[in-house]
């Protein structure tokens, strides 16, 4: 085993705090495309809708709708990756670590300790009134209202419901932000799994953990802008990486 390997064992084993840092390619394993490596071309006929679009127009909304519920079609019956397990183990064993996962697609979700999970983007199995603070699961609202002309809220009749994925254009939440921060900054060890860290806000907590000292380790498929700030960049599929560091 190289020491880069070894090291990030060591560091896995160790009692020292962990923020967790994923996208894309995160799910991969779990057969989910890439957003940038699409090669079945999901995303081309799913392209995503900018929130300005969605507020203004009663077209997009639909597309925003069904480009959803297609993401929900193609997640269902995907189970988690390895490397998802791993560090939801590594949560329940100290709720000291944290994981800031930029996917929707809930792969990553920890019963135990939901809250040491935060979803920068939302998630598409809820949906929401942008007006009021009513919610509902994606598909329940949809089955129940999808022969209406536009999605709007049952409960203050004006608002419009959106899937809880947060699009382009769109602010992410408040408070999810503040403890993605916080934990970033409080860590020890900042590992990134699968993210090209090219998305802002997103790649600022890289930057926050690196400013309060934390040891940095990426672990992605290709390179990053951020691979000069890291102690240990391993650039190969996270399969790979598991089965180095099982
Ligand atoms: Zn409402």
């Given at each position: 085993?190289?020491?880069?390997?070894?090291?990030?064992?060591?560091?896995?084993?160790?009692k020292d705090?962990?923020t967790?840092?994923s996208?894309?390619?995160?799910?991969?394993?779990?057969?989910?495309?890439d957003?940038?490596?699409?090669?079945?071309?999901?995303?081309?006929?799913?392209?995503?809708v900018?929130?300005?679009?969605?507020?203004?127009?009663?077209?997009?909304r639909?597309k925003?709708?069904?480009?959803?519920l297609a993401?929900?079609?193609?997640i269902?019956?995907a189970?988690?990756?390895?490397?998802?397990?791993?560090?939801n183990?590594?949560?329940?064993?100290n709720?000291?670590?944290?994981h800031?996962?930029?996917?929707?697609?809930?792969?990553?979700k920890n019963?135990?300790n939901p809250n040491?999970?935060?979803?920068?983007?939302?998630n598409?199995?809820?949906?929401?009134?942008l007006?009021?603070?009513?919610?509902?699961t994606?598909?329940?609202?949809?089955?129940?209202?999808?022969?209406e002309a536009?999605?709007?809220?049952?409960?203050?009749?004006?608002g419009?419901?959106?899937v809880?994925?947060?699009?382009?254009?769109?602010?992410?939440?408040?408070?999810i932000l503040?403890?993605?921060h916080?934990?970033?900054?409080?860590?020890?060890?900042f590992?990134?799994?699968?993210?090209?860290?090219k998305?802002?806000?997103?790649?600022?907590?890289i930057?926050v953990?690196?400013a309060?000292?934390?040891?940095?380790?990426?672990?992605?498929k290709?390179?990053?802008?951020?691979?000069?700030?890291?102690d240990?960049?391993i650039?190969?599929?996270?399969e790979?990486?598991?089965?180095q560091?099982?």
């Amino acid at each position: 085993m190289n020491t880069y390997f070894k090291t990030l064992k060591s560091i896995l084993e160790g009692k020292d705090a962990i923020t967790f840092f994923s996208g894309a390619g995160l799910s991969v394993s779990s057969g989910l495309p890439d957003f940038r490596s699409d090669k079945d071309g999901f995303w081309k006929s799913n392209t995503p809708v900018h929130f300005r679009d969605f507020i203004n127009n009663s077209e997009s909304r639909k597309k925003s709708w069904e480009n959803n519920l297609a993401i929900h079609k193609k997640i269902s019956g995907a189970v988690p990756a390895k490397m998802h397990n791993l560090i939801n183990e590594l949560i329940n064993k100290n709720t000291k670590n944290f994981h800031i996962t930029q996917n929707i697609d809930g792969l990553h979700k920890n019963t135990e300790n939901p809250n040491n999970v935060l979803e920068l983007h939302g998630n598409i199995f809820n949906c929401g009134c942008l007006t009021c603070s009513f919610e509902s699961t994606t598909l329940d609202f949809y089955e129940k209202y999808k022969n209406e002309a536009d999605m709007l809220c049952p409960s203050c009749l004006e608002g419009l419901i959106k899937v809880k994925t947060i699009s382009f254009g769109q602010s992410l939440d408040q408070n999810i932000l503040s403890i993605a921060h916080q934990a970033s900054a409080k860590a020890k060890n900042f590992i990134v799994m699968g993210s090209s860290l090219k998305v802002s806000p997103a790649n600022s907590f890289i930057k926050v953990a690196k400013a309060n000292e934390a040891k940095i380790i990426i672990l992605n498929k290709d390179k990053t802008p951020f691979d000069d700030y890291a102690d240990i960049v391993i650039n190969d599929d996270l399969e790979n990486i598991y089965e180095q560091i099982k």
